[in-house]
Every structure is written in C-alpha cells, then in structure tokens.
C-alpha cells in the first residue's frame, strides 16, 4: 500500500503564526514524500526504513523521541492495532529543514499509508491532529500550520487554535521556489524567536502584528488578483522577517536576484535563515528568474501554482 503528501510552502506570515497572527500557506505538490508498506513474514513486527537518512527504526523499539515512531505508534493505536507484521518504506523528495515541509510530509504519508494498509482511509482532521504530534519534535512549538496544509493539501489561511479557512486566489499564482542548500531546522529559529521575544516582547509583539497586518493584504490582494500588489506585500514581509532576524545574506541575495530578473516580489518562506525563498512571478518572467536563481547558485529551482 502507498501514500503521499505534498510539500509546502508559506505564502506569508511565518514565525508571527506562531503567535497566534495569520498566515497563508499552500501545498507543493512538484515534491512529495511517499510511504510503501508491506507485509512481512509473520512475527517479524513492524519495520520503519527511512530511505533518506538511511534510519531503520524498529516499532517496538527505540525512544518515543523519534517523531516518525511516535506518529506511527499512534495512528496504530487508534486503529486498534498493536504491532503488525509490516514493512514500511519512507522516502521523499523534499529536502530536509528546507522550510517545505519535509517533516510534516512525510508522516502525513505514513500516516495515510498506515490507514490504507489496514483498509481504510484517515479523514484529514484526525491526520492533520496525528501529525501535529510529530510537528511538536520538529519544532518545538509549532502553530499547526504545517501538518494543516499538508493533510488538507490546499491553500490555507490559518489561524492557530482556530478551523483554518480555504483561500481562493482571484487568479493562478506562480512562484518559482529556490533553495538556497542551507540546512536550517525550523526548531531552531522558532527557538530564537522566542528568546528575543521573551527578552523583549513590546517590539517582537509590534513586528508580529505588522506581519499579521500584511496577511490580511496579502489575503485581499490575493483574492482579487492583484499580482503586482501581492508582489509588494510578499516584499513587506521578507522587510518584517528580517527584523526578527530569520534571514541570511545568502537568502537576501536570492531573493535581490529573483526581484531584479523580474519576480513581482520575494521572501524567505518557513524558518529561515537557510532553506527556500519563494518569487511570485508572471508566466512570462519564469524562465528568466529561474535562470538568474541557479546563476546566483540556487541549489535547486521549482515552479508551482497556486489556484
Ligand atoms: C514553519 O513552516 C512555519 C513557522 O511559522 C513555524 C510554525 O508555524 O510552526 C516558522
């Protein structure tokens, strides 16, 4: 039986969704990571491979520190199965602590997986709550807004704690997606957001409320299909993400590059400080701005819709 899940990517508001403002995110379906799992010999339990890392993890064994064990553990347990006679293959092609989601695309695969191989199928609230119990390894502190748009995989504005809400954009988006081949785990940027925070939260709450105010325009220009004013509000909150310092040159000189080949706007999306930015462009400017990301050493270039 097999499974997949989507890549991610946030639009707008990282970090400040963390602190209860909205963000915008949306499914990436040019990289998935995909869940096989077969029958093994009887009494063999309940093997966990995961192609990328090279990880075998046994299900009976192992620290339930280990998110894709956990998320595992617990989607048997609320199948009511305890420790099957099962072969279970990961693999994705997300890059890891990229900001697409890779942590959260992967257990949404194994999670369906799981649910397919005993014969039925997870509704995507009971998959998005499973895989928020992974996310909290991954992150620390997560605003669900991963294990969200992953499991329902469409775009999303969300609000945490609160039923996200289906956005529609009045026109298809096109974004070319660069990553810049810096590693950064999101856990560790949450984590330094929320040092700064706590030293001084006046100024941290102000630039969480400039961003969420830009989500609100982004989400209203979005709707009406105003590419060039998106553009501008994506530009706004790249300004904002650098106040809370999640840049890095490197994603800077992406993202000046994408703009000068032509992008209506650009930012880091997700984490931070390594990992993706994204570049809202026309269908004409594409190739010129993939072109000028891979010259400017991107590590890897994709183009998405979002409609
Ligand atoms: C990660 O994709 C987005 C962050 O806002 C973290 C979170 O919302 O959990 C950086």
Redesign the pocket.
């Known amino acids: 039986m097999t499974a997949t899940a989507p890549g ?1 990517i ?1 639009l707008v ?6 602190y209860g403002r909205p ?1 915008i ?1 949306a499914p990436v379906w040019q990289c998935v990571a995909t869940a096989t799992i077969r029958a093994a010999a009887p009494g063999a339990g309940c093997t966990l491979h995961a192609q990328d890392t090279g990880q075998q993890l046994r299900l009976d064994e192992g620290s339930v520190e280990e998110p894709l064990l956990l998320v595992a553990r617990l989607a048997l347990a609320q199948l009511g199965l305890d420790r099957p006679d099962w072969q279970i293959d990961l693999h994705s092609d997300i890059p890891m602590a990229s ?1 697409l ?1 890779s942590g ?1 695309a992967l257990s949404t695969a194994l999670v369906r997986a799981i649910f397919r191989q005993a014969g039925s199928e997870v509704d995507p609230a009971t998959l998005s709550a499973l895989v928020y119990e992974s ?1 909290r390894f991954y ?8 294990n969200t748009v992953v499991a329902y995989g469409q775009p999303i504005w ?1 609000v ?1 704690d609160a039923a996200f809400q289906p956005v529609h954009p009045g026109c298809a988006l096109t974004l070319v997606i660069a990553d810049s081949g810096v590693r950064s785990p ?1 856990k560790e ?2 984590g330094d ?1 929320r040092t700064a925070w706590l030293r001084d939260p006046a100024r941290y709450e102000a630039i969480f409320d400039a961003i969420g105010e830009t989500v609100v325009q982004a989400r209203l220009a979005m709707e009406r299909g105003d590419l060039p004013g998106l553009g501008v509000l994506l530009d706004a909150n790249q300004g904002w993400l650098e106040e809370l310092a ?1 840049s890095s040159v490197l994603l800077r000189r992406l993202i000046d590059v994408a703009r000068a080949a032509g992008a209506l706007g650009a930012k880091l ?4 400080r390594g990992g993706n930015v994204i570049a809202l462009v026309e269908p004409a400017a594409v190739d010129p701005v993939c072109a000028a990301l891979r010259a400017a050493g991107a590590a890897r270039v994709l183009v998405t819709q979002i409609e």
Do not use: L
Request: hydrophobic share 35%; proline share 3%; charged share 15%.
């Open positions: 991610k946030i508001g990282e970090h400040a969704v963390v963000a995110a900001g989601g959260a996310e992150h620390g502190t997560p605003s669900g807004i991963d969300f945490k999101t940027t949450v957001v999640v999306s997700g984490g931070g």
